[in-house]
């Protein structure tokens, strides 16, 4: 068995991706790695490595080392955080990118998943029904490196062979693990003020529709997309992925069929003009026609399913 590993394993997608591949492939050859000193508890049924991924000899060195041949690059500064300190957030997801590039043309490494963002797409994009191709013109950091992120690997797969799958994530909701600097994680955090019995401030408008995804949908679609034939991937850029799109609002309104007493406020901050840049919903046709790609969760099962399993405590932690 290939040995894996997850660079960035103790994000919101990491954590789960992790525990998901373990099922899959032993615990033993799955190893997850991210600049925590120890290993989280719900990660500890494998083998766990501090690394740093702007630390390149160190990074090299280990992927040869132990003989890894499948890497999953999630270690990335997120959009809003991202605008807080944007020189960094650029050397972060991009000198990580082509270290991984470089490992695959070098031939240490068979298959790289590195996920992409609807963030790549700029106020200029149509913003429903959001097409595989069309304007893109991101006003973030976080977009704009992702977007370079993109024809980086499709020019690394055109000129050397290198086997890099990508998704343009919309927004995505968990309840295993607290949000991470996005735009979307209004739509986590909700969860957990419903359940305290608080208003929610919501630092989006109303009416302000977004793409977004169930943690499992995301999870499933990028192991699928990972295990589909290396001729069924007909674009290496990154895929449009899409789950659900709904606002603030309507969403309020379905946790309110739950909480009844849930209260909801709005007030808009620097993310609204992030978000007014994404689309509102998703054209994922490629990844249906290609590999097969199909949704379980729609918004009413997002909710039910995150009213019954978050769990407050994880404020605390």
């Known amino acids: 068995m290939a040995k894996t590993i997850i660079i960035g394993a103790c994000g919101q997608i ?18 997850a790695a991210d600049l925590k000193d120890e290993c989280p508890a719900v ?13 390149r000899e160190f990074v090299r060195e280990y992927i040869i080392t132990n003989e890894i041949k499948v890497v999953y690059l999630l270690a990335a500064l997120l959009s809003a955080t991202a605008e807080k300190n944007p020189d960094f957030a650029w050397k972060l997801n991009m000198e990580g990118l082509f270290t991984i590039l470089d490992l695959a043309k070098e031939k240490h490494i068979d ?4 996920p992409s963002s609807i963030a790549v797409f700029g106020p200029t994009t149509p913003r429903e029904n959001t097409p595989q191709y069309t304007v893109m013109e991101p006003s973030t950091v976080y977009g704009i490196s992702k977007q370079a992120g993109e024809r980086w690997c499709e020019y690394y797969f055109n000129k050397f062979g290198v086997d890099v799958r990508s998704i343009r994530y919309p927004g995505l909701i ?25 208003t929610f401030s919501c630092f989006l408008k109303e009416d302000t529709a977004l793409p977004m995804m169930f943690m499992e949908d995301a999870i499933r679609g990028t192991i699928e997309l990972m295990e589909a034939p290396k001729e069924n991937i007909k674009i ?17 309104e379905e946790i309110k069929r739950h909480i009844p007493a ?53 404020l605390s932690n």
Request: glycine residues 6%; negative net charge.
């Open 14 to 31: 990491g954590t789960e991706l992790v525990l998901e591949l373990r099922k899959k492939f032993g615990n033993e050859n799955v190893i």
């Open 174 to 198: 968990s309840y295993t693990s607290l949000p991470g600097g996005g735009t979307t994680d209004y739509a986590v955090d909700i969860f957990y003020q419903a359940k305290l019995n608080k």
């Open 111 to 114: 298959k790289i998943f590195w």
């Open 262 to 314: 849930f209260e909801i406020t709005y007030n808009p901050d620097f993310r609204q003009a992030i978000a007014d840049s994404w689309p509102m919903s998703i054209d994922d046709s490629n990844a249906r026609k290609d590999w097969g790609w199909k949704e379980k969760y729609n918004t009413e099962k997002v909710v039910a399913t995150m009213i019954e399993h978050v769990d407050v405590k994880l």
């Open 236 to 252: 290496r850029s990154a895929y449009n992925l899409s789950g659900c799109s709904f606002t603030p609002k309507e969403l309020s």
């Open 43 to 55: 990660l500890e049924n494998g083998p766990y490595q501090k690394m740093d991924i702007l630390d």
